[in-house]
């Protein structure tokens, strides 16, 4: 398994952009797909973005696209998710994750889970 760190996150007005970091640590960081999910109160942990171990197979979700980025530096063992063009309803705990698979949207293919970091968006 690997261990998941999340930063990044904080309070934003409306329109910010913020930069997700996600630090891995253990088994080798190059072999998983990893996966960014997010989860407000109240409502079910949503898949954000996810990209493949080399880099490609990029996904994301309909209402983040254009406006997120995920990308990973497999020699610092760390995946990223640039978020511009911040609106209230990204508000949310967001969560790295990692997968034996190459990649996945499906948040059960997900072994390895970090504690999240907040993010909150003012209107």
């Known amino acids: 398994q690997v261990q998941l760190v999340e930063s990044g996150g904080g309070l934003v007005q409306a329109g910010g952009s913020l930069r997700l970091s996600c630090a891995a640590s253990?088994?080798?960081?190059?072999?998983?797909?990893m996966g960014w999910f997010r989860q407000a109160p109240g409502k079910e942990r949503e898949f954000v973005a996810a990209?493949?171990?080399?880099?490609?197979?990029?996904y994301y979700a309909d209402s983040v696209k254009g406006r997120f980025t995920i990308s990973r530096d497999n020699a610092k063992n760390t995946v990223y998710l640039e978020m511009s063009s911040l609106k209230p309803e990204d508000t949310a705990r967001y969560y790295c994750?990692?997968?034996?698979?190459?990649?996945?949207?499906?948040?059960?293919?997900?072994?390895?889970w970090g504690q999240g970091t907040q993010v909150t968006v003012s209107s």
């Open positions: 994750a990692a997968t034996t698979y190459y990649s996945s949207t499906y948040y059960r293919e997900y072994a390895s």
């Open positions: 990209i493949g171990w080399s880099g490609s197979s990029l």
């Open positions: 253990g088994r080798t960081f190059s072999s998983y797909g």
